[in-house]
């Protein structure tokens, strides 16, 4: 069953909007962490945000901000004011406990975001 | 710090050669990660490491591939034989302990089979 789930292939926005990137997931845990990731045509992938389940408030980077609606199990990324240097891919990601110490993280297929002059 | 450090960036080869993957985590990270990225499959986990010990190689494809970390400061991921249905970006994250969470990913290394 897909634990993370991008519903939307490609966006487009005008620079300087804000735009919402959905990300929704599934889990029994209670215990996750929710990422969102940025991969532009160069393909490195970049951090960006981090939400922890029990985070009461919702993250914020900069220009980047994480809607967390845990009861939905959604955490959809928001990008104000945007920027030609944010087109790129964007990846929602989870990590939930796993034996052992380690654990591991499950990647969206994710969102092709084009901003436009 | 220099960051997660992959090479080779790119590598051409022919179906059936071999093909080593090398990776250089964070100095202090003690966890190491092996991805792969294909446009079908999207980004795969296929092994990670706790200080040096593979814990889950259950995402390897099958026995072609082989990881090992012999130190702390280096892995690599080997194809043998190589097939062109691994033509991927690979990628080597890691990720320090201490009940850290963020992966930082190398650049990545493109594999072309053909």
């Known amino acids: 069953a897909q634990k993370i789930t991008q519903t939307q292939p490609g966006m487009f926005v005008q620079e300087k909007e804000a735009v919402t990137l959905d990300c929704t997931y599934d889990?029994?845990?209670?215990?996750?962490?929710l990422f969102w990731y940025k991969q532009p045509s160069s393909g490195e992938m970049i951090f960006l945000i981090y939400?922890?389940?029990?985070?009461?408030q919702n993250a914020t980077e900069g220009r980047y901000s994480l809607n967390f609606q845990k009861a939905r199990k959604s955490a959809n990324l928001v990008i104000s004011a945007s920027q030609l240097g944010d087109s790129a891919m964007y990846f929602c990601?989870?990590?939930?406990?796993?034996?052992?110490?380690?654990?591991?993280?499950?990647f969206g297929s994710g969102t092709q975001l084009t901003v436009l002059p | 710090d220099a960051g997660v450090i992959q090479s080779p960036r790119h590598e051409v080869t022919e179906m059936g050669q071999e093909v080593t993957l090398r990776c250089k985590p964070i100095s202090g990270h003690n966890s190491l990660f092996w991805y792969r990225q294909t446009m079908m499959r999207g980004l795969e986990l296929l092994i990670y490491f706790n200080n040096n010990v593979p814990i889950d190689d259950s995402g390897m494809p099958e026995d072609r591939f082989s990881a090992k970390m012999p130190n702390a400061s280096f892995s690599t991921l080997k194809i043998q034989p190589s097939e062109p249905r691994d033509s991927a970006v690979y990628f080597c994250?890691?990720?320090?302990?201490?009940?850290?969470?963020?992966?930082?990913f190398g650049a990545g290394s493109r594999l072309t089979v053909l």
């Open positions: 990601a989870m990590r939930e406990p796993t034996e052992g110490s380690a654990r591991q993280l499950t």
């Open positions: 889990t029994s845990d209670q215990s996750y962490g």
């Open positions: 939400q922890g389940s029990y985070d009461e």
């Open positions: 994250a890691s990720r320090s302990g201490a009940g850290a969470n963020v992966l930082t």
